[in-house]
């Protein structure tokens, strides 16, 4: 099982980056999706969640910014974040999860500068 999550870097407060994470030796399209974000020091915290059926979540605090997508056929889970704030800023993990079975990538940093 891999999880590969890209995207992540050095980005100005305003900017508006895509993380991808794209999966393999699993059934991607029978697994909900969700990623997560971690600061130095603090829990790890479900940024957004996308279930098998598209229905979607997300911490309020990125509620209108951002935005979590699925693309079976690839195998990917996506999220679009606008409007990143400097409190954005932390590591960012895909999760895939069912019933009995929890995988994690290794994670993105995102740096959000002001």
């Known amino acids: 099982v891999q999880l590969q999550a890209s995207g992540g870097g050095l980005v100005q407060a305003g900017e508006s980056p895509r993380l991808s994470c794209a999966t393999s030796g699993f059934m991607f399209s029978r697994y909900d999706m969700a990623w997560y974000r971690q600061v130095d020091g603090k829990q790890r915290e479900l940024v957004a969640s996308?279930?098998?059926?598209?229905?979607?979540n997300y911490l309020d605090s990125v509620k209108g910014r951002f935005t979590i997508s699925r693309d079976n056929a690839k195998n990917t889970v996506y999220v679009q974040m606008n409007n990143l704030k400097p409190g954005d800023t932390a590591v960012y993990y895909c999760?895939?999860?069912?019933?009995?079975?929890?995988?994690w990538g290794q994670g993105t940093l995102v740096t959000v500068s002001s």
């Open positions: 996308i279930s098998r059926g598209g229905s979607t």
């Open positions: 999760n895939a999860y069912r019933s009995g079975f929890d995988y």
